[in-house]
Nanobody
Framework: VQLQASGGGLVQAGESLRLSCAAS?????MGWFRQAPGEEREFVAS????????YYAAFVKGRFTISRHNSKTAVSLFMKNMKPDDTAVYYC??????????????????WGQGTLVTVSS
């Protein structure tokens, strides 16, 4: 399975950005993680294909929206009111395991190459 993420770039604080990820096969759950320079990779958001509730990291605080668009092979992350602290490489992740949870790296088996998001102040 391959994951292809796109949509990263440079934005100013307060602006919005949408990330997209396409999988080469059907994926039950898909999500996003990010890694800032010098930091550990952290969970951002995830959701299953079944339409159950999405999961968000606490720092999202209503600024980000994850969506599967009724697709088994795609996920997007719409980020608004972005902050310089959101600067990171964002990774798409996916898994067909129903178990394992939704908010840890261990819950996902496949990873995209990462897309850089830079938020200037």
């Amino acid at each position: 399975v391959q994951l292809q993420a796109s949509g990263g770039g440079l934005v100013q604080a307060g602006e919005s950005l949408r990330l997209s990820c396409a999988a080469s096969g059907d994926m039950f759950k898909m999500g996003w993680f990010r890694q800032a320079p010098g930091e550990e990779r952290e969970f951002v958001a995830s959701m299953s294909w079944s339409g159950a509730r999405p999961y968000y990291a606490a720092f999202v605080k209503g600024r980000f929206t994850i969506s599967r668009h009724n697709s088994k092979t795609a996920v997007s992350l719409f980020m608004k009111n972005m902050k310089p602290d959101d600067t990171a490489v964002y990774y798409c992740a996916a898994s067909n395991r129903i178990s394992g949870g939704y908010d840890s790296s261990e819950a996902f088996d496949y990873w995209g190459q990462g897309t850089l998001v830079t938020v200037s102040s």
